[in-house]
């Protein structure tokens, strides 16, 4: 049974750093792909990142561009989001996915990952 739990959200000020992990147990990291998805009440749910097994190529939604950076360690089984230069506007709850084969075609495409943490928050004040 897959299990994803992330942790490292909290409150920040604007410009600040926070790093967020995903502990994915029950997962073949290598046959997997990942992403980071952020949620605020109201809005729809919006892709972040994503990172691809075996390639190792990432990818980042335009706002977060040279500001966060997605990675994975294997060995620990685990996802890492750090997210440097915050905004107000990065304030959301941030989840991991996992996605495993047959593998959907659009890493920012919430619904072709079967798994999912719980959530963390982050809050960045102005």
């Known amino acids: 049974q897959v299990q994803l739990v992330e942790s490292g959200g909290g409150s920040v000020q604007a410009g600040g750093s926070l790093r967020l992990s995903c502990v994915a147990s029950?997962?073949?990291?290598?046959?997997?792909?990942m992403g980071w998805f952020r949620q605020t009440p109201g809005k729809e749910r919006e892709a972040v990142a994503g990172i691809w097994s075996g390639t190792g190529l990432t990818f980042y939604t335009d706002s977060v561009k040279g500001r966060f950076t997605i990675s994975r360690d294997i060995s620990e089984n685990t996802l890492y989001l750090q997210m440097n230069t915050l905004k107000p506007e990065d304030t959301a709850v941030y989840s991991c996915a996992a996605d495993t084969p047959p593998y959907g075609r659009l890493w920012y495409q919430s619904s072709e990952y079967e798994y999912w943490g719980q959530g963390t928050q982050v809050t960045v004040s102005s």
């Open positions: 029950g997962l073949d990291h290598s046959r997997s792909r």
